[in-house]
């Protein structure tokens, strides 16, 4: 009864290497995002979608592509893998994106994250 | 520029003390403030949220406080146990461009408690 999950759990690679993480909710959601958060703990937000739409895309290398087949998944796939990449991926899902930017329904719930290791 | 600052970065105390941790921020415009606990090798949980007209909200032992016009904001947490030990979060969302509300994330206090 996991609500949001993601796999693997842990990833190890070698360098130029492409892999995809995987994340799936079971809140009904309709926003899922990325985050990134590197070894000073700093948590950054990657992408955003809501019901399968690019909502929210930071600056970040094209080398990695989201993708949303539906509304309860938010693939990651990260091609040619750089040592900088080496971090903790969370996903999270929230109940509604709109113009409310307040309450309990931008709330993120946060999956137990990727460790990924680019050697 | 946008930033969330928080202090001390890690802190220590022994079961059943008090402590409080702090969040400085500099977001503009400013929507709303969360608290989030970080437990080792997990994702973050929401603890509390806060709006600009609240000064206080509690979550058991966890009471947070928000002062507006300072631009500041404390977790209080009271008779610590050692499950409370985890990184403690604070996020500012900004209203954005797009009303998307993106969230600002401060690097963390570390707490330990020891028995």
């Known amino acids: 009864d996991t609500a949001v999950s993601q796999t693997p759990k842990y990833l190890v690679t070698q360098m130029g290497n492409d892999k995809s993480i995987k994340c799936e909710q079971n809140?009904?959601?309709?926003?899922m995002y990325w985050y990134k958060q590197d070894s000073k703990k700093f948590l950054k937000i990657m992408f955003s979608?809501?019901?399968?739409?690019?909502?929210i895309n930071e600056t970040v290398p094209n080398r990695f592509s989201p993708k949303s087949p539906d509304k309860a998944h938010l693939n990651l796939h990260i091609n040619s893998l750089e040592l900088g990449d080496s971090a903790v991926y969370f996903c999270?899902?929230?109940?509604?994106?709109?113009?409310?930017?307040?309450?309990?329904?931008?709330?993120?719930?946060f999956g137990p994250g990727t460790r990924l290791t680019v050697l | 520029k946008n930033q969330v600052e928080q202090s001390p970065q890690s802190l220590i105390i022994l079961e059943g003390k008090n402590c409080t941790l702090q969040?400085?921020?500099?977001?503009?415009?400013?929507?709303?403030l969360r608290w989030y606990k970080q437990d080792t090798g997990r994702g973050p949980v929401s603890l509390t949220i806060?709006?600009?007209?609240?000064n206080t909200k509690s979550n058991g032992r966890y009471t947070a406080t928000l002062d507006a016009d300072t631009k500041q904001s404390s977790l209080h947490i009271t008779a610590s146990q050692l499950s409370d030990s985890a990184s403690y979060i604070c996020?500012?969302?900004?209203?954005?461009?797009?009303?998307?509300?993106?969230?600002?994330f401060g690097q963390g206090t570390t707490l330990q408690v020891k028995p």
């Open positions: 999270a899902s929230s109940l509604y994106r709109g113009p409310l930017s307040y309450s309990s329904y931008n709330e993120q719930f």
């Open positions: 809140l009904g959601h309709d926003t």
């Open positions: 979608y809501n019901n399968k739409e690019l909502i």
């Open positions: 969040c400085n921020y500099t977001v503009s415009p400013f929507s709303n």
């Open positions: 806060m709006t600009f007209s609240e």
């Open positions: 996020v500012v969302t900004r209203e954005g461009l797009s009303n998307t509300g993106k969230l600002i």
